[in-house]
């Protein structure tokens, strides 16, 4: 049954805003590696929406099973059954796609572990590739609302490692990788969605 598959209301709230953003951005035929897929609800709807994607979800070895649930239900011929990602291995199991997406990761992962990410982004994005995360940030040292100032104390308080990141730090992993900014979307809930695109490929 439908009402019995993972669900994240935040997922729910934000994926119709996050489609309306991304739709400006995918709209030649692609290969998208979506990290931390989570409950599915993003790669299902994103999928649906835009047919011409063909949308790789990936997540932790741990979660697959639980991510596999809602696009097994959705049966969408450019949607494949996920794969296991643990963005520190040194070797990711799509080796270049043209897209990778993101959402609601990089504060839930360590500092180590947002390095890795930004460093297999590196690996696979193609020349001229997106790469696009979504999440909040702090500015400056700054966080943008008091809520997200709540938020990070938190997920501090969960686990140390994790927090909401410093747009200047992620954005220079990014330049290191040979990827420019090329827009951050306000969006709602006092997130950004980030867009990159790669500029220079590493040799």
Known sequence: M?????????????????????????????????????TGQHAVHFAAALPHLHW?????????????????????????????????????????TDIIYSANCLHIISVAEVEHFMA??????????????????????EFTSPSNGDFDGWLKARDPDSGVRDFEWVNKLAEQQGLALVEDIDMPANNQLLVWKRMTLPG
């Open 120 to 141: 297999g982004v590196g690996r696979c994005l193609q020349q001229g590739g997106l790469l696009i995360v979504y999440g909040p940030f702090k500015y400056s040292g």
């Open 56 to 96: 790789q979800t990936t997540d932790v070895p741990d979660n697959v099973s639980t991510l596999a649930q809602r696009p097994a239900a959705a049966n969408l011929a450019n949607l494949p059954a996920p794969l296991a990602l643990d963005v520190n291995e040194s070797q990711w199991p799509v080796e270049a």
């Open 2 to 38: 439908i009402d019995d598959l993972p669900f994240s209301q935040a997922c729910e709230n934000n994926k119709q805003p996050i489609l309306e953003a991304l739709a400006r951005y995918l709209t030649e035929p692609a290969a998208v590696l979506e990290i931390a897929g989570g």
